[in-house]
């Protein structure tokens, strides 16, 4: 499991072993600060692509997260 915070998102990936290929894919969460003190939070769909490294199934979780925060972002300052 990785976790980076990124533009005050908390980005998490955690890989997930698929028994049916012998390969990894990658799970990650969103989460961010909200005005009730609490948090939100976004689950990504799995990723289709599925990696034979741990540690690479991790990275593409946490690009995943980020390039959801980035759109996030650009739909914000767009309206």
Request: hydrophobic share 40%; net charge negative.
């Amino acid at each position: 499991m990785a976790v980076i915070t990124h533009h005050h998102h908390a980005i998490i990936s955690t890989p997930v072993y698929d028994d049916d290929t012998g390969k990894w894919k990658s799970s990650t969460c969103v989460s961010w600060p909200n005005k009730e003190n609490a948090r939100g939070v976004h689950f990504l769909p799995n990723s289709p692509e599925l990696f034979l490294r741990f540690e690479d199934a991790e990275l593409a979780g946490l690009e995943a997260g980020k390039n959801w925060v980035e759109t996030g972002f650009k739909k914000a300052l767009a309206s």
